[in-house]
């Protein structure tokens, strides 16, 4: 069938943030299924931080990410398994061994002005016979003109497809938009989008890109994502029909596992709470927030004072370990108030 939208669901990877990277091998299983089934082309499986990402700093995974991904191969028959890497967390080890149990797709994260530390990742899963997704992180702390400077680069290492990631839904649909066309006045490669839904915006902003000619965009069934997850797919899917676009995804047997299957995953509904809404206002990487609210119950102190503070720092994915940093400088400024 051809499709106007090639879509991956990035539940059973970005969804893992959410859940504390809790997931089973039988959820996997349960999940990658039915995505298969309703005929969704791409399905990312891994650590919420990527390959290698199980650590104390990270989030220690249940399930060895391996194993998972080893299941998700096993039961789909259309779909392409994906892996995200990031560089300096997932090796080229990694990426080999990924591909050694079956993966399709690779996709190398950097932050969105570093896309330079990618070269090597992308080469060597272009030689692994993977489709290769090069994915600018935190893109709204780039002007569209960087962006599209970075996105170059990737493209030159030879990324089939290139990724605006709005890795804070942090972006307003003007700013999506403006990236989007920054990128295709200079590639000749597809433009994807990847959206958070801190502020509300995750559907809008798709739809701004997608009118601005990205083709390749991310959702996650049920919301299950950082933050207050991403773009929901089988929304997005009901949108897109009622648009004419097509996508070649099964509407009602997304619907069904989103209810059935994917609902009972989530450790409490996705919804737009004060961290997550913090987390799109001050820029903080998604996956911050259950890791300030743990800094913030260990401290005794309010995990949005974290959260900006980190959003005034212009911290990125991989200072994990300043959250901890962050609560104690909040802690003892508070303490030294109160004695004065």
């Not at 650590?55 to 194993?67: A, C, D, V, W």
């Not at 002005?113 to 600018?136: C, M, N, P």
């Not at 619907?255 to 009972?264: K, N, R």
Request: proline share 2%; glycine share 10%; charged share 20%.
């Amino acid at each position: 069938m051809s499709r106007d939208i090639v879509l991956t669901e990035v539940a059973l990877r970005d969804g893992s943030h959410a859940i504390n990277h809790q997931f089973t091998v039988e959820q996997v299983v349960e999940v990658a299924r039915g995505l298969d089934e309703a005929n969704v082309p791409h399905i990312e499986v891994s650590h919420g931080d990527g390959l290698a990402g199980s650590s104390l700093q990270y989030g220690l995974s249940r399930t060895h990410e391996l194993e998972l991904i080893e299941a998700a191969v096993s039961v789909c028959k259309q779909a392409k398994v994906g892996v995200l890497l990031l560089p300096g967390i997932g090796t080229i080890k990694d990426l080999n061994t990924a591909a050694g149990l079956g993966v399709g797709m690779a996709r190398i994260a950097t932050h969105a002005t570093e896309a330079d530390v990618s070269a090597q990742h992308i080469y060597r899963s272009k030689e692994l016979g993977l489709t290769t997704v090069g994915f600018l992180m935190m893109s709204h702390m780039a002007a569209p003109e960087k962006l599209a400077e970075q996105a170059g680069l990737m493209q030159s290492y030879g990324a089939d497809v290139v990724y605006i990631v709005d890795s804070a839904g942090a972006l307003l649909p003007d700013q999506a938009g403006e990236r989007v066309r920054a990128l295709k006045q200079c590639l000749n490669i597809p433009i994807g989008f990847h959206a958070h839904n801190n502020l509300s915006l995750a559907m809008a902003n798709t739809l701004v890109a997608i009118q601005e000619g990205a083709t390749w965009i991310d959702g996650s069934v049920r919301c299950l994502g950082a933050g207050a997850g991403n773009t929901q797919t089988e929304v997005l899917l009901a949108v897109l029909d009622r648009m004419g676009i097509q996508t070649g995804v099964d509407l009602y047997k997304m619907m069904d596992l989103a209810e059935e299957i994917v609902s009972p995953i989530l450790q409490v509904p996705q919804e737009i709470t004060r961290d997550a809404l913090v987390l799109g206002y001050a820029g903080v990487y998604s996956s911050f927030r259950l890791h300030a609210e743990r800094a913030a119950r260990k401290f005794g102190i309010d995990s949005r004072d974290i959260l900006i503070e980190l959003g005034r720092r212009k911290a990125v994915g991989g200072q994990e370990d300043m959250i901890v940093d962050v609560a104690a400088e909040i802690a003892q400024l508070n303490s030294s108030t109160k004695i004065r």
